[in-house]
């Protein structure tokens, strides 16, 4: 019988930023939302950790899932965890981050409607934090936009 806890707990998620210099300025790759919340809204590809997953595998996994590129060895970024971050419940994201070296062409799939890349300074408007997630990976990798 699986343990329950009397208080509730946030749900557990990973998002990542995957980059790739291309031109002057780098791009990132994002996914179009096929599912609510923020439906037809860009973000970072990510989603839940399953219960026995190790992160950086579910990182490898949710990437992989939404966009078809698998990248195992993605570096772990930062926290995220506002309360508020996510409006269907309190979830705490884990962000992994990832430079390719080599042209891949995204493929959606699972909840993901497109998955495409986007010029670092032209991006649309992005579901839930992922703005500010990029925003600071914009500061600590020093991208000039």
């Known amino acids: 019988m699986p343990f329950t806890y009397e208080y509730p707990r946030p749900a557990l998620t990973v998002d990542t930023v995957v980059l790739r210099k291309t ?12 599912l609510p919340p923020f439906e037809g809204n860009w973000a970072l590809p990510g989603g839940f950790v399953n219960e026995e997953e190790d992160l950086q595998e579910a990182a490898t996994r949710e990437l992989s899932e939404e966009t078809g590129i698998h990248i195992p060895n993605m570096s772990q970024f930062r926290t ?20 390719l070296d080599i042209f891949a062409t ?7 409607a497109e998955a495409c890349w986007f010029v670092l300074n032209r991006l649309p408007d992005m579901a839930f934090d992922h703005a500010g997630i990029i925003n600071d990976v914009v500061l600590h990798e020093k991208i000039s936009l």
């Open 23 to 34: 031109g002057t300025v780098p791009e990132i790759l994002l996914i179009r939302r096929k």
């Open 106 to 112: 995204p493929i959606a799939g699972d909840d993901a």
């Open 80 to 99: 995220y965890g506002n309360p508020k971050r996510d409006p269907r419940h309190r979830t705490v994201t884990v962000v992994y981050i990832a430079w």
